[in-house]
């Protein structure tokens, strides 16, 4: 039922680059049409600010609205009102932590991970020096990436007030057990901040199953446009005094949302969930009724779209897997035993003897096919793994409307780099 060819035609770009290979999808995937004709639709029929006594301005606010509650549906919260737009995930992080800071007093612990994007540490590290707080860190085992949770249980203590942990990783793919770390940060008593920026284009996610108490991700990371959204549970986020104008509202998630927002960014971000919804309901097999009851029409298509997306990319996962690992001079960084497959999104991570990541990525990109190369802004795991010195990392990373003929072409490249 996964028809690629048909999945491909949904995204204007691959089109017209026909020639290309977009494997730089972490750093941001390319744009559904859905998308784009939802904020062209925006610009053209309801562009105004919100709040007026006027037509357009009431068509505004209808509409974002409705990509509130579409969005409210993506991660299954409560409530539209527990999800706060933003201009990305980092700013919506670096503008919530002023308000968690509030919370503490010094000697509180602030728990992090040398696996995260900086965008989950930094924000924390700066509370921490503002507060008096200690900062404890999670390790990982540099064998495969992955986080020593055997550890987070023991630094996460009483005086542990907020525990930042990845769903994902943006630089080596791990998936992690952040349903553990909820556990564990609610134990003590503490908060749990989890970026799933990373997961989000790839698996479902269920805010009420994790009883995380914030989730952040990024539209333009799942074929959206460049918007930031944050998770917070009603209650957290009505205590919680936010830094804003005096006129702006005083509940959830006004109070949040300073200054104008892009609301045809909001719009189109209703468009990449349209899609994903559309993808649910033709190219995916129905949830068994026990996994369906309770959720609305819209987040049922949506949670089977993300399903059918997870297993369509459990198969490039082995197809990168097989294809890398056959390489001479390559090194494979996160999971690579194929029996664990599941436990990454196909994101993976290499260095190649006798090149540089800059010089494997610009060979590369001589052949029309696209990869990052650096730190991600993930410095704690590079500097962990020894490699920042040399330049970081190559990332390949595929979403599904990527291929396995896109992956044969790039090993045919590699061969000759």
Same mark, same amino acid.
Request: overall charge negative; aromatic content about 8%; glycine content about 6%.
């Given at each position: ?99 968690? *800071?509030?919370?503490?007093? #010094?000697?509180?612990? +602030?728990? /992090?991970?040398? !696996? $995260?994007? @900086? ?76 970026? *799933?920026?990373?997961?989000? #284009?790839?698996?479902? +996610?269920? /805010?009420?199953? !994790? $009883?995380? @108490? ?76 026990? *996994? ?126």
């Amino acid at each position: 039922m996964f028809d690629v060819d048909n999945i491909r035609s949904h995204f204007p770009s691959l089109a017209t680059d026909a020639n290309a290979i977009f494997f730089d999808n972490p750093g941001g995937t390319q744009m559904a049409r859905e998308a784009m004709e939802r904020m062209q639709d925006y610009l053209l029929t309801n562009n105004a600010n919100q709040g007026g006594a006027f037509h357009t301005s009431r068509a505004s606010d209808a509409i974002v609205a409705e990509a509130r509650q579409a969005v409210a549906d993506f991660l299954h919260a409560r409530r539209p009102a527990e999800i706060v737009f933003g201009q990305n995930m980092t700013s919506l992080t670096m503008h919530i932590s002023r308000s968690i *800071a509030r919370l503490l007093k #010094p000697g509180d612990e +602030i728990v /992090v991970t040398r !696996l $995260d994007h @900086d965008a989950n540490i930094a924000p924390w590290l700066l509370i921490a020096q503002d507060r008096g707080c200690e900062v404890r860190w999670v390790e990982i085992h540099p064998e495969d990436c992955t986080l020593d949770m055997e550890q987070m249980a023991q630094v996460i203590t009483e005086r542990t007030k907020l525990v930042a942990v990845g769903y994902a990783s943006n630089a080596v793919g791990t998936i992690n057990d952040v349903k553990r770390a909820v556990e564990l940060a609610h134990r003590v008593g503490a908060l749990c901040y989890i970026d *799933a920026v990373q997961y989000a #284009p790839h698996r479902p +996610i269920d /805010v009420q199953e !994790l $009883d995380c @108490d914030f989730l952040a991700c990024s539209a333009y990371k799942f074929f959206g446009p460049h918007l930031g959204i944050l998770y917070g549970k009603y209650e957290l986020l009505d205590r919680l005094t936010a830094y804003k104008v005096r006129p702006a509202g005083n509940e959830p998630p006004d109070k949040f949302e300073t200054g104008t927002q892009s609301f045809e960014s909001i719009v189109a971000t209703l468009g990449a969930l349209e899609y994903l919804a559309w993808l649910g309901t033709t190219s995916a097999e129905p949830l068994p009724i026990k *996994a369906s009851t309770s959720l609305s029409p819209r987040a049922r298509a949506l949670k089977q779209g993300m399903t059918a997306i997870a297993t369509y990319e459990l198969e490039l996962n082995h197809a990168l897997l097989k294809g890398l690992s056959a390489l001479p001079g390559l090194h494979l960084y996160g999971i690579t035993d194929p029996q664990r497959m599941s436990q990454r999104v196909p994101t993976f991570s290499c260095t190649l003897v006798g090149h540089t990541p800059q010089t494997v990525a610009a060979a590369l990109d001589k052949a029309n096919i696209y990869v990052w190369d650096g730190d991600f802004y993930a410095l704690s795991v590079i500097e962990r793994l020894g490699l920042a010195a040399s330049g970081g990392l190559v990332r390949i990373g595929l979403v599904h409307y990527n291929t396995q003929a896109e992956i044969e072409r790039m090993l045919h490249v590699l061969t000759t780099v």
